[in-house]
């Protein structure tokens, strides 16, 4: 008869693996949980860093001002990357699995954070192959960092989850709406009036059912200006069958668990409860759980 594997063992095998003791175990609560002190001090500090370089390169992308402050985005841009390589060596070296977080979600798009600027650097061939703005879109994957640091983006990936059954009906019956008015409208109009064709009736009844309205085809009779009318008004009430489903879902959601980053010293097992006193893995006592401020 087969053993369960221990404690350690099974925590190990869930990711990239938590250091048992040393430095290594200080940074790696610091950098990977966030409802200690300096975790969360981190985290904010990570998040503006993000937000912060982003920004740069926004306004790097506007003629005006890179023609102005040029100079000074170059420099800040070295500052944001050789902080993001850091972070990220910092992170390999925490893990007891470096390979296993390096290809991780997270792991590749802490590597593309930083990575366009030293092959546009190095690599100098690729100014004249490849426009240099390409490699700056790269960096735009900082933004994506910013899931890993806030509970809230789990929280909505989870809602989005647990109500894609839901989703899926919904937008299987919007395609059939607009499959069928699209139709409809290709009938009544006619290609004398832009309606050229059934994808054309359907492209119209989409901008017109998402509220959007190009207005580069509309309808020119009484029935069809009837018949988009009823799209207009069914529109709105569309719009809201979403955001009311995901919406329910986050109240579900709020009623379960307190979702926490709190590790257990002795397995390295996460996401304890705030008022646990022993680890539901190897049954070790918890240390007491402070939040900030408490």
């Not at 993000?50 to 985005?73: E, K, M, P, Q, W």
């Not at 802490?110 to 490699?135: E, K, M, N, Q, S």
């Amino acid at each position: 008869m087969a053993t369960a594997p221990s404690a350690p063992a099974a925590a190990d095998a869930r990711g990239p693996g938590r250091p048992l003791a040393g430095w290594r175990l200080h940074w790696y609560t610091v950098i990977f949980e966030a409802d200690t002190a300096a975790g969360r001090a981190f985290d904010l500090a990570l998040i503006g860093a993000i937000v912060a370089s982003v920004a740069v390169v926004v306004a790097d992308s506007v003629a005006s001002l890179h023609a102005r402050f040029g100079t000074l985005f170059y420099v800040l841009e070295w500052c944001f990357t050789i902080a993001f390589t850091a972070e990220y060596l910092v992170r390999l070296a925490c893990v007891r699995r470096p390979l296993r977080y390096a290809t991780s979600f997270f792991g590749v798009v802490d590597l593309l954070a930083a990575l366009p600027t030293y092959l546009a650097y190095f690599v100098p061939g690729l100014h004249t192959l490849i426009d240099v703005r390409i490699l700056r879109l790269l960096r735009i994957f900082r933004i994506f960092k910013l899931g890993a640091y806030a509970h809230e983006y789990g929280a909505l990936a989870r809602a989005l989850a647990a109500s894609r059954r839901k989703i899926f009906v919904f937008v299987g019956f919007v395609a059939m709406v607009v499959l069928l008015m699209g139709t409809l409208m290709y009938v009544v109009e006619g290609p004398d009036n832009g309606y050229t064709s059934i994808p054309v009736g359907i492209y119209w009844a989409i901008t017109t059912l998402t509220t959007v309205g190009f207005g580069d085809i509309t309808p020119k009779t009484d029935l069809g200006r009837l018949i988009a009318s009823l799209m207009m008004l069914l529109g709105w009430g569309t719009l809201a069958v979403p955001t009311g489903i995901v919406s329910a879902e986050f109240v579900q959601q709020a009623r379960g668990r307190e979702q926490t980053t709190r590790t257990c010293h002795e397995c390295l097992s996460e996401g304890h409860l705030p008022s646990a006193r022993f680890c539901r893995d190897c049954g070790a006592r918890l240390p007491p759980y402070r939040r900030d401020g408490a």
